[in-house]
């Protein structure tokens, strides 16, 4: 990096006798390093730095504020290269996807910088002659986040972004698994003037207990969490004490569908984007895929092809599609979910063989039917269950038959179905004959148990906004 290296970064960091926590490399198995934890009375002191230091941040106006967002915009691009690098190094994307994290991660600091300038209020047609009516928009204030490790620096500026833009100040806790990512995009931050009671970095052996201390705190206003649906009800209970406000992107069962008149050929590639990406790490993955029976074996014989093509091994090496998984426990699971759905009568078309390490063969899986445990749970790894489907009804009530709201995508080129589908559909985002949906512009979250509230696009700012009403008398 331009300003921090990597293993500079990691010796900075750790004082000797401090707590750590280690971090490996998942492809290598490697220890790449340890990152200093805190005790529960060091968090309850960022949490107090933090709100006094929201005090001053608020005082700025939006635009000194995007004054240092958008440096620090500008070093996470100019860094993009070493931030790729530690990103692959400790989460295992390929190499390639991570410097797409790294510029879609900084995309959320550009565009939250100037949004924090428009948070308008408004004037309101008053029904009293002598009173005018006004609402004005103000930080939420201090703001704790708990971000997860599939998506290591995008997960926390889509978070931090609109937080520190709005006036907040920030304590996160990033992911046990890939902590690097988050301290050096940190460390950028302060670099570019963010101070550093505005935004602070906690770790802790024990998960569980930062979210307590973060829930419980008087002190906190807003909790914004991405994680498993388990963790968010765990979440929003130990909240509602305290009544704060809560941002929860949680799991998500996206079903994938392609109807008869689709084009097939970009249905198969809009799949793999969707499905193989990050090895199937992303909660708006296709976990589902449902392919009308006309067009059911070209589909599943034309995605197999394509499933072959992509190279498995570590993210650093040159045309590797498929990097390792998380961990043992993410392996075995998806493991599990194979097994069982072949158990059941499944096809498996391609892939599956056992791999070393945390390695996993894509597969594609035929003839899975929507009662197998692949389909009701969120598989997160490289394994497509495939659906056969007859008319556009029954699919409807398959593809709305889970508890979970976040993405959904079909492929279909007739118009009237395209509308029927995409209003039909219980989620919180359609891509209708695209498999990548998610950029800086555009309002990312769920409904039912994959959460509610929305990361980017213009309502993104409004999770750390509270509206204020100002009735002005006596005129
Ligand atoms: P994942 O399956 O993605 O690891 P988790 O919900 O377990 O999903 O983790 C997402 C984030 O939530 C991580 O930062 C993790 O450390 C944190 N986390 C896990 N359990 C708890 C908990 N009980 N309270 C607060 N945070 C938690």
Not at 86 to 97: A, I, N, S, V, Y
Not at 159 to 179: D, E
Not at 202 to 218: K, N
Not at 225 to 239: D, K, W
Request: proline share 5%; with cysteine; hydrophobic share 40%.
């Amino acid at each position: 990096m331009k300003s921090i290296k990597n293993k500079q970064l990691i010796t900075v960091l750790c004082e000797p006798g401090d707590e750590t926590l280690a971090v490996h490399n998942p492809a290598t198995g490697q220890l790449l390093g340890h990152i200093p934890t805190q005790s529960e009375a060091e968090i309850q002191q960022a949490i107090a730095k933090s709100h006094l230091a929201q005090r001053q941040w608020r005082q700025k106006t939006a635009k000194e504020r995007a004054v240092l967002l958008h440096r620090w915009f500008t070093l996470m691009i100019e860094n993009q290269d070493d931030l790729a690098t530690l990103m692959t190094l400790e989460q295992g994307k390929p190499r390639k996807e991570a410097a797409g994290e790294v510029a879609y991660g900084a995309s959320f600091i550009e565009w939250f910088a100037e949004e924090a300038k428009r948070t308008y209020g408004e004037t309101l047609p008053s029904p009293f002659a002598d009173r005018r009516l006004i609402t004005i928009r103000q930080p939420v204030g201090v703001a704790c986040i708990i971000t997860p490790w599939n998506f290591p620096i995008a997960m926390l500026t889509r978070k931090a972004g609109p937080a520190l833009a709005a006036g907040c100040t920030v304590v996160a806790k990033p992911a046990s698994q890939t902590p690097l990512c988050a301290y050096a995009v940190a460390e950028l931050a302060y670099e570019a003037g963010i101070p550093r009671d505005v935004l602070q970095l906690v770790t802790h052996p024990s998960a569980r207990a930062v979210g307590d201390i973060f829930c419980t705190s008087p002190l906190v206003r807003k909790i914004s969490f991405t994680g498993s649906t388990q963790v968010g009800r765990q979440l929003m209970a130990q909240c509602a004490d305290s009544v704060k406000r809560l941002s929860l992107e949680l799991g998500g069962n996206a079903p994938f569908i392609v109807f008869e008149d689709a084009e097939i050929e970009k249905a198969v590639q809009g799949a793999v984007a969707s499905k193989y990406r990050n090895a199937g790490q992303t909660c708006v993955c296709a976990n589902r895929i449902f392919v009308q029976r006309g067009v059911y074996e070209t589909f599943v014989s034309q995605l197999a092809k394509a499933v072959q093509q992509l190279k498995v091994g570590n993210g650093l090496d040159e045309g590797v599609a498929i990097g390792p998984v998380i961990d043992a426990s993410a392996k075995a699971k998806i493991n599990r979910l194979m097994h069982d759905a072949i158990s059941h009568g499944a096809r498996l078309v391609t892939g599956g063989e056992d791999r070393e390490g945390l390695f996993v063969s894509p597969a594609v899986l035929a003839d899975v039917r929507p009662e197998m445990a692949i389909a009701q749970e969120e598989v997160f790894g490289p394994i497509a269950p495939v659906i056969c489907f007859d008319d556009e009804e029954t699919l409807l009530t398959l593809a709305n038959d889970t508890i979970f709201g976040l993405a959904a995508y079909f492929y279909s080129r007739d118009i009237g179905r395209i509308w029927r589908v995409a209003e039909a559909l219980e989620y919180g985002m359609v891509g209708i004959n695209e498999g990548m949906i998610s950029t800086e512009v555009a309002p990312f979250g769920g409904v039912k148990q994959s959460g509610f509230g929305r990361e980017g696009g213009r309502q993104g700012i409004d999770e750390y906004l509270d509206i204020k009403y100002l009735c002005m008398g006596g005129l």
